[in-house]
């Protein structure tokens, strides 16, 4: 897939509207940055493993100015209707609240790392939805990074700023995710997968065009929000830092699954599933790269649906909602489903084929209107491009 010249074209022209009655004058230029899927390699990241996402045609874009007093003002399109305002020089975590916090967590993190950024005007306008799983908080800060990078004229490559975007939530808003987010908005290519090693950073992009053979990748957002702050996602990281201590190693990465077994019976009960969930997915990803480069894209709903049951039963992030849109999905015909994000609610990716996809759809609505469930936001995710200047 391309990007359509003429939908930005569009989308920049109301986004320079919105920057125009905020800020007054013309900005110096738009950028885009998108949320992403994963197609499989949910929470290895933090563990220094594999993971395979695609970026969303859903973006997050922002028209900037540079200011030359220091000053930084922002704008959401999908906030309350104020605007923050703060010095970029007397940035420090928790001095910025809400929403604005992950576009000022840039700024901050540029500075840390030593890039001399001064101030802008930045107004947003955003179609990713947000807790729904789709990383809309990395749209959010790699949309950010690069208009600063190129604002400044800071020579950042795609990777080096997708690094600092994390940094900025990581230091800055206090929610220590791992690096896949941001690099997927910041790296993807449009029509591909991005197989990241979250290591050693190496990444390769991998040939996703499914509409080709007839397969389509639908989202389902069960509108159940999360907020990865509140502890759960932290909890969950600390308890497979403290495993990997536990068996000597530099993270759960370097257990390889012939080694599972017995690396289980060294940890604590309670560590156990997280040490399986980080191993199998690991596996996992390694297994949906080789059936795409086999030209078997059809043999990956196994692969998810298998993902997912890891997530439910071993991780135990998943909830009601998500574990009934990957039963219904695969009851009405779908070749597999599972959840993505950090859990705990927020969205389902289903592989099927195109000419099933409304039946599958009318069968989880169906669902959750029979559970009793708020109706869900469906859409389809076609692979698309990463961070980008549009105007």
């Known amino acids: 897939m391309t990007t359509d010249p003429a939908a930005e074209t569009a989308a920049d022209t109301g986004i320079a509207a919105v920057f125009a009655a905020v800020f007054g004058g013309s900005p110096d230029g738009v950028w885009a940055a998108p949320g992403r899927i994963n197609l499989i390699g949910e929470h290895t990241d933090y563990n220094e493993g594999f993971v395979l996402p695609a970026a969303l045609p859903h973006t997050t874009r922002v028209a900037a100015r540079r200011r030359a ?27 910025v609240p809400g929403w604005a916090a992950y576009p000022a967590g840039v700024f901050w993190a540029l500075s840390e790392a030593g890039h001399r950024v001064g101030g802008a005007d930045l107004a947003f306008v955003s179609d990713v939805p947000t807790g729904a799983g789709l990383s809309s908080s990395a749209a959010l800060e790699c949309a950010t990074a690069i208009a600063l990078d190129d604002l400044y004229g800071l020579g950042l490559d795609a990777p080096g700023r997708a690094l600092l975007a994390q940094r900025a939530e990581n230091g800055y808003v206090g929610v220590p995710c791992g690096a896949l987010d941001q690099l997927a908005s910041s790296c993807c290519v449009a029509g591909h997968a991005y197989f990241l090693d979250t290591r050693t950073l190496d990444g390769r992009q991998v040939p996703l065009d499914l509409a080709a053979v007839g397969l389509s990748l639908l989202v389902v957002d069960t509108r159940v929000k999360h907020d990865l702050a509140d502890g759960a996602y932290a909890g969950l990281r600390a308890g497979c830092e403290r495993a990997a201590g536990l068996l000597g190693v530099r993270a759960l990465r370097d257990v390889g699954a012939a080694e599972l077994a017995a690396a289980e019976e060294k940890l604590p009960v309670e560590l156990r599933p997280l040490l399986r969930h980080v191993v199998t997915e690991d596996q996992r990803v390694l297994d949906a790269i080789a059936l795409l480069d086999a030209g078997e894209p059809r043999a990956l709903g196994p692969v998810l649906t298998a993902g997912h049951a890891s997530l439910r039963d071993d991780y135990r992030v998943s909830c009601p909602e998500t574990d009934l849109v990957v039963s219904a999905a695969n009851a009405a015909g779908a070749l597999g489903a599972r959840m993505m994000g950090g859990g705990f609610g927020g969205s389902v990716l289903v592989l099927a084929d195109t000419d099933r996809l409304a039946g599958i759809e009318r069968a989880v609505r169906g669902a959750f209107a029979a559970a009793g469930f708020a109706d869900p936001q469906v859409f389809p995710a076609v692979p698309s491009q990463g961070a980008h200047r549009v105007a």
Request: glycine letters at 14%; hydrophobic letters at 50%; charged letters at 15%.
């Open 69 to 95: 007093d220091g000053v930084v003002r922002l704008f959401s399109a999908q906030g309350d209707g104020s605007v923050a305002e703060f010095a970029a020089a007397a940035l420090a975590p928790g001095s």
